[in-house]
T-cell receptor, first 113, second 112 residues
Framework: NAGVTQTPKFQVLKTGQSMTLQCAQD?????MSWYRQDPGMGLRLIHY???????DQGEVPNGYNVSRSTTEDFPLRLLSAAPSQTSVYFC????????????FGPGTRLTVL | AQSVTQLGSHVSVSEGALVLLRCNYS??????LFWYVQYPNQGLQLLLK??????LVKGINGFEAEFKKSETSFHLTKPSAHMSDAAEYFC??????????FGTGTSLTVIP
C-alpha cells in the first residue's frame, strides 16, 4: 500500500494562476480531507469529503474548490492563487467507522509570488 | 465551538528527563482527542487517541496521555526523553469525526 500520496511536492505560482493539488489514497477510505499548515497556526481544515460525490467546507474554505468523483482521489483546486495561500498543504484520509484515526500524506509546499 | 490550546510553543528537555506537553480543549460534547507527531518535512503520524473508555491512553514510542474531563485537558507525557523524540507535536479535537481542530503545535527539543 502506498497510503496517501500527494503531488506535486513543491510548487511555485504567480498571483492569479490556477492549479490543482492532487491527493490519492489506496486504503479504500471513505473520508478524505485537506489541511493547510502555517507557522504558528497549526493545521486548519479546508474541505473534507465523507464519500464519493459528497464534500463540505472546513474552517478555511475560501479560495479553494474540491470535488470527489472517486473514492481514491480528492483534488484541491486553487482558482486564482493569492500570496495568502502560500502554505504547506496536507491531505488525509480515514475510514468512516472506528476511532477516526487520520492518515496523512507527505504534503505539498506551495509558494505564491 | 471546538478549539485546542497547546501551552508552550517550544519545550526543551534533557535526554532521559520527563516529557510533558500540555493540551487543553474546548468542546460542547465529549470529544475525540488525538496527539500527532510531525518530523521535519514529513506528514503527521498518530501517536495516540482517546475515544471512549479508559482515560489513560498509551501510544507508540512510550508516550501516553490522560483525558481529564474536569480540567478539559489531554496532556502528553513520556517518562524518559530520547533524542529521536525531537519533533513537532500537535493535539487535535473532534466532536463528530468530520471536523478536526488542531492546536498550534509544540516543538520539542531534546538536549543530549
Amino acid at each position: 500500500n502506498a497510503g496517501v500520496t500527494q503531488t506535486p511536492k513543491f510548487q511555485v505560482l504567480k498571483t492569479g494562476q490556477s492549479m490543482t493539488l492532487q491527493c490519492a489514497q489506496d486504503m479504500n477510505h471513505e473520508y478524505m480531507s485537506w489541511y493547510r499548515q502555517d507557522p504558528g497556526m497549526g493545521l486548519r481544515l479546508i474541505h473534507y469529503s465523507v464519500g464519493a460525490g459528497i464534500t463540505d467546507q472546513g474552517e478555511v474554505p475560501n479560495g479553494y474548490n474540491v470535488s470527489r468523483s472517486t473514492t481514491e482521489d480528492f483534488p484541491l483546486r486553487l482558482l486564482s492563487a493569492a500570496p495568502s495561500q502560500t502554505s504547506v498543504y496536507f491531505c488525509a484520509s480515514r475510514t468512516r467507522q472506528g476511532a477516526y484515526e487520520q492518515f496523512f500524506g507527505p504534503g505539498t509546499r506551495l509558494t505564491v509570488l | 465551538a471546538q478549539s485546542v490550546t497547546q501551552l508552550g510553543s517550544h519545550v526543551s528537555v534533557s535526554e532521559g528527563a520527563l516529557v510533558l506537553l500540555r493540551c487543553n480543549y474546548s468542546s460542547s460534547v465529549p470529544p475525540y482527542l488525538f496527539w500527532y507527531v510531525q518530523y521535519p518535512n514529513q506528514g503527521l503520524q498518530l501517536l495516540l487517541k482517546y475515544t471512549t473508555g479508559a482515560t489513560l491512553v498509551k501510544g507508540i514510542n512510550g508516550f501516553e496521555a490522560e483525558f481529564k474531563k474536569s480540567e478539559t485537558s489531554f496532556h502528553l507525557t513520556k517518562p524518559s526523553a530520547h533524542m529521536s523524540d525531537a519533533a513537532e507535536y500537535f493535539c487535535a479535537v473532534s466532536e463528530t469525526g468530520n471536523q478536526f481542530y488542531f492546536g498550534t503545535g509544540t516543538s520539542l527539543t531534546v538536549i543530549p
